[in-house]
């Protein structure tokens, strides 16, 4: 059976076939030309014709029929069946049909997921093992196998739910891409009410964030303390706030001076201020020119423009706004151009220096900002490509900086206002570190010429429930020692980072910044240990889908007690987001 090339292997494969005529033409014409055919004068003087130059065109001749058969050769290569390896549709035994099994099983899947109509093969995205994409595949796999005709079985671009990314894909573009959204999205009557909006009401113009006034300015800035900045602590409140102040004192009209950092601090607010808002009721689409999760964008826009004069001298607030337009990007759905930003502001850290110990002359000060931005980076760099499935931007083995000082004024029990991204920072260590040896062991099976297919199979499932077991313990261990200030209590005998579902005991008077830390530190504890788990029994349906086909007593004890513990955590944190939403105010 003749492999289906790709677009590139046909145009490579054309350009070998061209290749190889061309040397043919060389080789038939050095041979007529300089050996056949010589001119009239030769015969005078053929006796002069030295050694040396009929050895050169010998080995001219001779050099010329190799490459004409080498080319032949990959010519012929690319019309053989590809062996299956270890790393594609390897995990199969050889009477596995290819088309039951996911695209490059185990290692990942290749997924179009910013399409809304037909996916287009040559543009889709790559997703890993740690992704929902790729987890969400193999469930849908394993049931094909079990009945293809089943109602759960569905097309992937059935599984990946609406979003500003696949209906407006153009909505965060550089300015003069705004004006196409708006009219492809919104009917030309509705267009002509924008500028008679009713007093109170966000008309597209206003939601996008241009021209906003210094009362809606101040209005969303005030979200960002007690929301964003006591998630991600970048910046100084007091040394931010005179900055901002500055830029409408000096402006000397009605409108502020253009700053990127104070247009992406602004955008993001947007975005988390705006979806409190009720939506627009005549409004038809599902995801329109008004969604929250594209307020904001024309600030986002100019923002980007202000920083392309930075990007050869950055400073800390260059990167400050690049780490910010990829959390902007990332809420707004847009994950591809999320991971690209923030893997720019890593560079950008590496240009400054952020990932070695600061110098010892800079300010105090500024060495603990330096490390809060690096830390800060690091974090959101490991959860996105935990996310997606990809590679890491930050290599551990190169990075020098010690984590932030505590040592601020305490709250209460030893807790001080950093002490979240400190502990943050250390539970993203363990889990990292877990898919990095979770990644070793895959490469080490690999290398063994000594496993067969299926010994293979079952040695990396042995070991993946073992790294997943050890890093829980970690995570576990971590939970145990976080000081009490960062749990939230329990009613009755429930306990905290525990899967009990107990009633939520909020401190009524704790500041909102500790109460949303305490959460957030939460969630993101029952989230990986929930990833972990996913990527266990997506592993275990790759190895070998129809050992479940009728019942799971194939199933290795140690795989059923990850899955099961995996379930148990996304129950806990699905009670928990219910409990907050109806019966508490963070």
């Not at 099994?101 to 093992?129: C, K, W």
């Not at 300010?363 to 830390?375: G, H, M």
Request: charged share 20%; with cysteine; glycine share 4%.
């Amino acid at each position: 059976m003749r492999h289906q090339s790709s677009l590139p292997e046909l145009l490579s494969e054309r350009m070998a076939m061209q290749q190889s005529r061309e040397v043919k033409r060389k080789l038939e014409s050095s041979t007529c030309d300089e050996v056949r055919n010589p001119p009239n004068n030769t015969k005078r003087i053929n006796s002069f014709i030295s050694t040396a130059r009929l050895t050169s065109v010998c080995r001219e001749i001779e050099t010329l029929k190799k490459r004409v058969k080498e080319l032949e050769a990959q010519l012929d290569a690319r019309h053989v069946e590809p062996a299956a390896t270890y790393e594609d549709e390897s995990w199969s035994e050889t009477g596995d049909s290819p088309s039951k099994l996911p695209v490059s099983a185990g290692n990942g899947i290749h997924l179009d997921t910013a399409q809304t109509a037909e996916s287009s093969p040559s543009r889709a995205q790559f997703y890993g093992p740690s992704s929902t994409y790729y987890f969400i595949h193999c469930i849908n796999s394993h049931l094909q196998t079990r009945d293809a005709s089943s109602p759960e079985v569905q097309s992937p671009q059935a599984l990946i739910p609406n979003c500003a990314s696949r209906s407006l894909a153009h909505a965060v573009w550089p300015e003069g891409a705004e004006q196409d959204v708006v009219v492809e999205t919104e009917p030309a009557a509705h267009l002509a009410k924008v500028s008679s909006e009713p007093r109170g009401r966000l008309s597209e113009h206003t939601l996008s964030g241009k021209n906003l006034t210094a009362t809606q300015e101040a209005f969303f800035l005030d979200l960002f303390w007690d929301s964003w900045h006591c998630c991600y602590q970048l910046h100084d409140e007091t040394e931010f706030k005179s900055f901002y102040k500055s830029l409408w004192s000096n402006s000397g009209h009605n409108s502020r001076q253009p700053s990127a950092l104070v247009d992406i601090v602004l955008a993001l607010c947007m975005q988390f201020g705006v979806t409190a808002l009720p939506r627009q009721v005549e409004s038809q689409a599902e995801i329109d020119i008004r969604d929250a999760t594209i307020a904001g964008r024309w600030l986002y826009q100019r923002c980007q423009s202000l920083l392309a004069y930075e990007l050869e001298r950055p400073s800390l607030r260059t990167l400050q706004c690049q780490f910010w337009s990829a959390v902007y990007l990332a809420n707004a759905s847009y994950q591809n151009m999320a991971q690209n930003m923030i893997g720019v502001a890593i560079r950008t850290a590496h240009a400054l220096g952020l990932h070695a110990e600061a110098p010892a002359e800079l300010p105090l000060a500024e060495r603990e900002a330096r490390k809060r931005l690096w830390w800060t980076l690091f974090v959101f760099e490991a959860r996105s490509c935990i996310r997606l499935g990809r590679p890491w931007g930050t290599q551990m083995s190169q990075i020098t900086c010690s984590l932030p000082a505590e040592n601020q004024e305490l709250y209460a029990k030893g807790v001080a206002w950093l002490s979240y991204t400190v502990q943050r920072t250390k539970l993203t260590q363990l889990v990292r570190g877990a898919f990095d040896r979770l990644s070793g062991r895959r490469t080490a099976l690999k290398k063994n010429p000594n496993s067969t297919a299926l010994n293979s199979r079952e040695e990396y499932l042995e070991e993946c429930c073992k790294v997943i077991d050890s890093s829980v313990n970690d995570i576990k261990a971590w939970a145990d020692l976080l000081p009490t200030a960062l749990k939230i209590e329990r009613r009755g005998n429930g306990q905290p980072f525990s899967t009990d579902l107990s009633e939520l005991e909020m401190e009524p008077f704790a500041p909102l910044w500790l109460r949303r830390q305490r959460l957030m530190l939460e969630f993101q504890y029952h989230d990986l240990i929930l990833t972990l788990g996913r990527f266990c029994i997506a592993s275990s349906l790759i190895a070998d889908p129809h050992d479940m086909r009728h019942n799971s007593s194939s199933v290795s004890p140690a795989t059923l007690r990850i899955a099961e513990s995996a379930a148990l955590h996304a129950i806990a944190a699905t009670h928990q987001l219910h409990q907050i939403y109806m019966k508490h105010c963070v």
